[in-house]
């Protein structure tokens, strides 16, 4: 008998033909899983679903949607052993892109049918989920103003749109960082705390690379003294995500911590894995090893290779230990 599939489908997410889409997806799985479909409602919405389906006793569930509905499933498979499928069809597909995932959905059905399972961490913020990253500050305001319409004219170009807008008239703020090592005090522009992020989330790129797998947040402080040094700092966070090379410019910093908490003056908005939440403070827990999530074959064998290379990023890790100790120092 085929394993059983419990695919929760948001209609509404991207700017895609949902029906056709779900009838694509419905018969490119249908071949291996014996399926139960749930569509969100604005009454039913997928953590909800997620539930149901875990309650029926689901081992594996599939999501198909945007990052929020990506997100609100995780909700539900926290310290369970339920393995995640993802299908992205939304604007953004952060989750997609940071697993590399592809947002095709017929090569996203393959990896579903062939794909490898991948432990990966899981971080809570103010104790809800967290897959992706935490925005304190300008990310959050760029979102907030990406509304629903122009997501639909522009796609995932409405985001730049907004940022550029807010770029124009960027806050300032000062910020308490207090992690298991140390606390410090600055004045920033943004502050990301992330578990995992593509290289589309541009003010998540202080590191050469976020891991994972590493059971550790990576914390990237952007602090600029003007607008021309916030371009600045963008461009750089920009190489830095594309290169894999640690973002290096003076009000840019990185380091890496199993628990953060962030508080601000004036409060300052948040947004957790795109969707807003509310104000800081904001306390961010990494939970390691906490879904098993379908990737593709390549993502895993390069996950494999990573732990091969364990040695060397202790030493960085040891590295960024030292700088963060002597940064507190001075702060
Ligand atoms: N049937 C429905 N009708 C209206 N809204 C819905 C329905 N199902 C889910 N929603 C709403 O969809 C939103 C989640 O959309 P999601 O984030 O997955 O897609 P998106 O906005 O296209 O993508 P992205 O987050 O990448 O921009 C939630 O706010 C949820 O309330």
Sequence with gaps: ???????????????????????????????????????????????????????????????????????????????SDVCLGIIPRGTANAFAKALSIPENISAACEVILSGSEQKLDMALCNDRPMLLLAGVGFEAKTIERTDREAKNKL??????????????????????????????????????????APATSVLAQGPDQIEVDDGLLDITIVAPESISDAIAASYELLRSAITNDHAQLENIGHFRAKQVKIITQPP??????????????????????????????????????????????????NKMRDWWQSWTEEA
């Design 268 to 317: 300052q908005k948040v947004v957790l894995d795109g969707e807003m939440i509310g104000q800081t403070p904001i306390e961010v827990q990494c939970l390691p090893n906490n879904l098993t999530v379908l990737v593709p074959e390549s993502t895993a064998s390069e996950t494999a290779e990573k732990f091969q290379k364990k040695s060397t990023r202790v030493t960085l890790a």
């Design 155 to 196: 796609g995932s170009l409405a985001y730049l749109v907004s940022g550029l807008r807010e770029l124009k008239d960027f806050d300032r703020f000062d910020v308490k960082i207090e992690t298991e090592s140390g606390q410090m005090q600055t004045t920033a522009a943004a502050v990301t705390v992330a578990n995992a």
């Design 1 to 79: 008998m085929n394993q059983k599939l419990h695919l929760i489908f948001n209609p509404v997410a991207g700017q895609g033909e949902a029906e056709a889409e779900l009838s694509e997806i419905c018969s490119a799985l249908q071949s291996k899983f014996e399926l139960t479909v749930y569509q969100t409602t604005p009454d039913e919405e997928a953590d909800f679903l997620a539930h149901k389906a875990v309650e029926q006793g689901a081992k594996l569930i599939v999501v198909s949607g945007g990052d929020g509905t990506v997100s609100s499933v995780t909700s539900a498979l926290l310290n």
